[in-house]
């Protein structure tokens, strides 16, 4: 049984800022794919990798999906 958990990569927004802003400066978020929330598994545990953020430090100041998880924040 799937259920509709937030985005945690996006925080539930649908859009997250563009890092080349060129045309705007925000994007469709390429985890929920600017719905907001994402389908998952009533069973599933939250992500030890990144610890359920669906991010991971790239450096001191960007931050990239979470290989694990897909940036989703939870594991099935």
Known sequence: MLMEKRC???????NV???HGVLSSKM???VC???GYNL???DANHC???RGTG???RDMEETDI????SGMGYKW
């Open 8 to 14: 945690v990569y996006c925080h539930g927004k649908g």
């Open 17 to 19: 800022p563009d890092p």
């Open 28 to 30: 469709g978020c390429p």
């Open 33 to 35: 794919g600017g719905r």
């Open 40 to 42: 998952v598994p009533r």
């Open 48 to 50: 030890g990798y990144c």
């Open 55 to 57: 991010r991971v430090a």
């Open 66 to 69: 979470c290989p694990d998880c």
